[in-house]
């Protein structure tokens, strides 16, 4: 079977929580297509669906409804197990806070991917090495996650992301435990590292200083997609919202 | 990623000493009393040990133990040498007797009254002097913690509570008014009674008891060549309607009688089972807990392709290394209190059971405890790393 065009496509999905009164419609039909080699960023008020969305496009939740195709597998359709597998292999995560393991190194950290799935551990480590020099962290390899700050540790964890060379990086406001500079400078480093033709990167987002790292924009509201711009039609829309909010007041 | 998860223990300090620590303390609580328990019992059968000549042990059939002596008539002696396939068969007396020392003081002791002709049932190892001594008229022999302890004389004699010496070989006791002269000082097994051992003939020992018209204690009993021990005790039980126990049985039955006629089993197994619940509660608890700071660790590590397998099989290990480690130093801190204690002040005896029972007891708490903690990491929903 051939590579389809578009690595993420969604067609109508629904995602429900719970049931009854606390019934939550999470996602409502969401439409969307990402290209191989895009970086698409996922924007929108709280509870509007985009971790959930996240979620089960990393394989993490199931769709209840809807058709789902990323990276040629629907996740949802595997089974427990073969989801655990399909991630381990084909998915890269950069969590908003970190989540290093403070007992052991960063080389350590970076390796945890690869260990998990039984790498061997001279190689595991050699190749986490090589992702540390390549964020920048080269003589750091032997410290803890704790002597390092905020912006360094957000390398160790895209290094660590991307250490066993995912198809899909996943980014849950990577920049949000930082400051402007620093996520500036993560963004970019997050990009220059996964420009690839076989790879795409989700990005969950509320900085819009960041939008200009995306190639596109998808806007989430009330668990639909309602639109996808590029970063300056979204920095406008913006722009435009906040004018007709001051008017307002 | 073994390292990893036992660096991840080992790693937050806090919790692992506190794991260790409960495990050790539970396993020192339950090895160390178990160990006392196990010495305690092992000195109501000491005099038997002591007596390794003898097959079988011949007494009234209403005796219960080794120390609740029951006088048999003489003529048993030679109902028992009676009985075909006994190779020898020679009497012992027991009991306990008030003895006036040098200084005036009296004390309790335990006399031992063995055959005079061959002497058996004297201690083997003689610190000073030698079992020949009791051929000599109003000789006896005392054991070395007796001499060094209750049987030990002042320094100056004007002043009877002041520091002591221990008594010595030439010394002279009273025994229900008659002489006694130490002739030798033997090395011998402590005994559950704690009080001083006297050793010397069977015929001494009835002349310093009182007048009894029964002063055969036991009878020991040697089979002669050929003969099955087993048989030979069924024998001898059979003709002379008397109670013979092997040396096994004569030991098992005394610490039965210990064991289900006084509250010192209780008392023990008390003191392990709280050994026990601490552990449970100390180290269970902080294991379980520690499980759950890593959890956000173990959700990324799911979300990052981890099966559940996987990371129970790291949980599983690092309670593993924490069982082992708390075992191994309660265990040694248990050993090291044990040796350093000297024995006649604490009965303690570490037999192969009790690391066993010990370690069953660590495993079921770091079992029980991971299990716990495993629950969790079952239940962990991988999407949860994106929650913040």
Not at chain 1, 88 to 98: D, M, R, S
Not at chain 1, 165 to 174: H, Q
Not at chain 2, 286 to 308: H, I, Q, S
């Amino acid at each position: 079977m051939s590579e389809p065009a578009n690595s993420i496509v969604c067609n109508e999905v629904f995602k429900t929580f719970g049931v009854g009164d606390s019934m939550v419609r999470a996602l409502r039909g969401v439409n969307l297509e990402v290209r191989f080699g895009e970086m698409m960023a996922l924007v929108g008020p709280s509870g509007c669906g985009k971790t959930t969305l996240i979620s089960i496009l990393a394989g993490l939740l199931q769709r209840d409804e809807g058709e789902l195709a990323v990276l040629g597998t629907d996740p949802s359709a595997l089974s427990n197990h073969e989801r655990t597998v399909w991630r381990g292999a084909n998915v890269g995560f950069i969590f908003q806070q970190f989540n290093l393991i403070p007992q052991v190194s960063i080389l350590e950290n970076v390796a945890v991917p690869l260990l998990l799935r039984h790498h061997p551990k001279r190689d595991a480590l050699d190749r986490a090495a090589k992702l540390l020099e390549e964020v920048g962290l080269k003589g750091r390899e032997l410290t803890r996650p704790n002597k390092l700050s905020g912006g360094q540790q957000q390398r160790v964890a895209i290094a660590r992301a991307l250490v066993t060379g995912p198809r899909l990086l996943v980014c849950d406001e990577p920049t949000s435990a930082l400051d402007g500079a620093t996520g500036q400078k993560i963004m970019g480093l997050i990009r220059e590292l996964t420009a690839a033709a076989e790879r795409v990167v989700i990005v969950v987002t509320h900085d819009e200083r960041i939008y200009h790292f995306a190639d596109r924009i998808a806007h989430l509201d009330d668990g639909r997609v309602t639109h996808v711009s590029t970063p300056a039609e979204a920095l406008a829309e913006s722009a435009q919202r906040m004018g007709d909010a001051a008017k307002r007041h | 990623m073994r390292t990893i998860a036992i660096k991840m223990l080992f790693g937050d300090t806090a919790k692992f000493y506190g794991i260790l620590l409960g495990l050790s303390f539970a396993t020192l609580l339950i090895a160390q009393q178990a160990s006392i328990f196990v010495g305690l019992m092992s000195r109501t059968y000491a005099l038997i040990e002591e007596t390794p000549q003898a097959d079988l042990w011949v007494t009234d059939p209403t005796m219960q133990f080794v120390d609740d002596t029951k006088p048999m008539q003489v003529t048993a002696l030679q109902r028992v040498r009676s009985v075909d396939g006994v190779g020898w068969a020679v009497p012992l007396f027991k009991g306990l007797l008030v003895a006036k020392l040098p200084s005036g003081a009296r004390q309790i002791c335990d006399v031992v009254g063995v055959d005079d002709a061959s002497l058996i049932g004297v201690p083997a190892r003689m610190i000073k002097g030698d079992v020949s001594v009791l051929r000599k008229p109003d000789t006896i022999i005392i054991e070395t913690r007796g001499a060094r302890s209750r049987l030990a004389q002042p320094i100056n004699p004007a002043n009877p509570t002041g520091p002591k010496r221990p008594i010595e070989i030439g010394e002279e006791l009273e025994l229900n008014e008659r002489r006694a002269v130490i002739g030798g000082i033997a090395e011998t097994k402590p005994t559950f009674q704690n009080v001083p051992t006297i050793y010397t003939t069977y015929s001494r020992a009835i002349g310093f008891a009182p007048a009894n018209r029964r002063t055969l204690s036991m009878i020991l009993v040697k089979a002669a060549p050929g003969v099955s021990v087993t048989e030979l005790r069924d024998r001898i039980a059979r003709e002379t309607e008397l109670a013979v126990y092997t040396p096994d049985d004569f030991a098992w039955t005394t610490i039965t009688y210990w064991m289900t006629q006084t509250g010192i089993p209780i008392n023990f197994g008390i003191a392990i089972a709280l050994g026990f619940l601490v552990g449970v509660a100390i180290a269970g608890q902080m294991f379980y807990n520690f499980t759950l700071d890593n959890l956000k660790y173990f959700g990324a590590m799911k979300a990052m392709g981890a099966t559940t397998g996987r990371l129970l099989g790291l949980v599983a290990l690092q309670g593993a290394v924490a069982g082992v480690l708390g075992l191994g130093l309660g265990l040694g801190v248990t050993s090291i209190v044990g040796l350093a204690i000297p024995g006649d002040k604490l009965a303690f005896k570490m037999t192969w059971h009790i690391p066993v029972i010990a370690a069953a007891a660590v495993i079921f708490i770091v079992v029980a405890s991971s299990l716990f903690s495993m629950r969790r990491v079952v239940q962990l929903d991988p999407s949860e790393v994106f929650q913040g």
